[in-house]
């Protein structure tokens, strides 16, 4: 686990649920900035979590897209 005062805004006496919602925060995209990464360690975990969330948000639209298109051709279909 990263040291929590790799973070501005945590410090040693954090909880789980601070590194939860700056995990959903992050990987949502949200970024409020109210804790943002310091060191080097910290800044690649986050950067792993942006790439990961901007990818899921691209898949999910992408595999929608499809799944109408894949309804609307079944029912010409018909």
Known sequence: ????????????QSHAVDFLYYSLTTITTTGYGDIYPLTKTAKVITSIEIVLGASARYFMKWWGKGSREGIKMEFLAL
């Not at 686990?1 to 040693?12: D, I, Q, R, T, Y």
């Open 1 to 12: 686990m990263v040291n929590p005062c790799s973070f501005h805004g945590l410090n040693s």
